[in-house]
């Protein structure tokens, strides 16, 4: 099968919004989700029934620069174990909510919440922290069987999570060290469900998925739009980190930075059926940043993806073994650990500046440096198959590069049936380096000895 984008989501859309079927018109219905045609390995854990007519609507506050993060806590916490908060009305979030106790719980959000961007340091200061590439987040949901879902069928406004990234953007345009929090973060969650919804504009990434397992996310609209020129920074769509059993599927995604990117210790992930524009690709890393830390990445399917206007598609970043100054709160390098078994299959290119991205010098322009200190972390037992399309102009007739820093560092590398072609007609070509060629079902030409191209890692 080969997706077609735009046909493929509209009817998704129709067909997976939630009926309205639990006797309040207003509420609907918990949807089926389903992984498929992937999953993760195993089922997830049951779901205990929700209490029959309980249902707490959340309260929004009068004024315009309310918070009505207390009247969500209150709603949550008066609705857990067994029962529905309702998100019906037009919300404002002005303080963190430290969401993690959550349990046998819906949240259904037919209404939209949106983040106060009156004062971008107040959430610089006051947001949750990650060590991790120094990310921070408005907010965390945590704890076990919880279920959060929207209605796609309603109109634009409606079910949506709005981070108002607008003066974030703006911001840092004179001031980059600001610390923008992410719109979204399944931090220590168990056994849970996301569908259903718009998400726009985040400071930072869209999503983490961190320290959470059994996790289902699908049928999603998320879009990272500016006005005025303003450049949109980051906005991945989602991003695992130290967690197992997570499938994603059946999205539209319209951002600047990775679609999806496994960070350190992603495991049994599955990501199916999904449109990405604009984006950095579906990408493994960035891992090895930290020394002394491992970074374990093993047991990916990617299937299925519809990929236009992006940097890269199927992409692994490795960083060096030597210490890397890449961006501001983004150095490092010369962690261990490994990639392993990861399987990307049906991938339709439109226009994107490379097909594939192997690289173990993420950050480092000096390609010499990076051969001199090669990555700590190996890279095995990767397959990239049924890949087709084009790619753009950018570096015509080059269509992708497979480049480790060591002849032990990659091994079981393969690549089949790539059909993708280079807008010159010319027959695409990679740059390929310490390489099992044998295994790969493509041309490869030597690599380059200039200084890599940064500007995406």
């Not at 469900?193 to 998320?222: C, E, G, H, K, Y």
Request: aromatic content about 8%; hydrophobic content about 35%; some cysteine.
């Amino acid at each position: 099968m080969r997706l077609n984008s735009i046909g493929w989501f509209a009817t998704a859309l129709a067909l997976l919004s939630p009926a309205s079927a639990t006797g309040h018109p207003k509420i609907p219905s918990r949807p089926s989700i389903v992984p498929g045609p992937y999953n993760a390995g195993q089922a997830m854990p049951p779901s205990r029934p929700r209490d029959k007519g309980r249902y707490c609507h959340v309260k929004q506050g009068c004024h315009e620069d309310r918070d009505d993060a207390p009247h969500i806590l209150h709603a949550l916490q008066k609705c857990n174990n067994g029962g529905t908060a309702v998100f019906d009305k037009s919300y404002l979030i002005g303080s963190p909510l430290d969401l993690t106790f959550l349990k046998h719980i819906d949240i259904v959000i037919t209404g939209d919440i949106a983040f106060d961007d009156s004062d971008v340091y107040y959430w610089e200061n006051n947001s949750f922290k990650y060590a991790f590439q120094n990310q921070s987040v408005f907010w965390k949901l945590g704890g076990e069987d919880v279920h959060i879902y929207g209605d796609l069928s309603l109109e634009e406004g409606k079910s949506v999570i709005d981070g108002k990234g607008q003066a974030y953007w703006e911001e840092i345009q004179t001031n980059k060290a600001l610390y923008r929090p992410m719109l979204f973060a399944f931090d220590g969650m168990k056994g849970a469900t996301m569908s259903n919804l718009r998400m726009r504009n985040p400071p930072n990434w869209f999503n983490v998925v961190a320290n959470s397992s059994d996790i289902i996310i699908s049928n999603m609209d998320l879009r990272a739009e500016s006005v005025n020129g303003v450049k949109i920074a980051n906005s991945d769509g989602w991003d695992t980190y130290r967690s197992n059993r997570v499938v994603i599927q059946d999205s539209f995604i319209n951002n600047t930075d990775d679609c999806v990117s496994f960070k350190p210790n992603s495991t049994n992930v599955v990501i199916q059926n999904l449109v990405c524009i604009g984006s950095h690709g579906i990408s493994i890393g960035s891992i090895g940043q930290y020394k002394g830390e491992t970074d374990i990445i093993e047991n990916l399917h990617i299937y299925n993806i519809s990929m236009t206007n992006a940097s890269d598609f199927a992409r692994i970043k490795v960083w060096p073994g030597v210490q890397t100054d890449f961006q501001t709160h983004l150095t490092g390098g010369g962690g261990s650990g490994y990639v392993r078994n990861v399987t990307y299959d049906l991938l339709h290119s439109i226009n994107n500046d490379r097909a594939i991205t192997i690289t173990q010098c993420y950050g480092q322009s000096n390609q010499t440096l990076c051969n001199e200190f090669p990555a700590n972390l190996t890279i095995e037992d990767v397959t990239m198959k049924n890949i087709y399309g084009t790619t753009s102009a950018k570096s015509d007739p080059e269509a992708g590069t497979l480049v480790c820093s060591a002849p032990d560092r990659c091994s079981n590398i393969r690549v089949e049936n790539i059909t993708v072609t280079v807008p010159s007609g010319e027959p695409p070509v990679y740059e390929c380096r310490n390489m099992d060629n044998s295994l790969l079902q493509l041309t490869c030409i030597a690599e380059t000895d200039e200084d890599r191209d940064t500007s995406q890692g």
